[in-house]
């Protein structure tokens, strides 16, 4: 993800920013292409951030393939915790 600064001198650009401060905004250009305009949170930027971790992603990946487990009984007897 990259953040672009810019101006909000126009009344246009600012209006939209506005507008989606409150909901979600498509943007359609003369052309067709479209785009997103959507206020973003710190926590959606750390959920992008996460996503782009290939270390992580793989690593969450691998474990999410292991079938083996242990149960919490197991794990009392083995850190020495009673009921």
């Known amino acids: 993800m990259k ?22 905004i498509i943007v359609q250009l003369t052309d067709g292409s479209k785009f997103i305009l959507s206020a973003v949170n710190d926590f959606e930027v750390e959920v992008v951030k996460t996503r782009q971790n290939k270390k992580l992603m793989a690593l969450l990946d691998e474990r999410g393939q292991q079938t083996q487990t242990i149960s919490l009984a197991e794990v009392k007897r083995k850190l020495n915790l009673s009921d």
């Open 3 to 24: 953040n672009v600064v810019i101006s909000e001198d126009s009344a246009e650009i600012r209006a939209l920013l506005e507008q989606a401060r409150d909901e979600d």
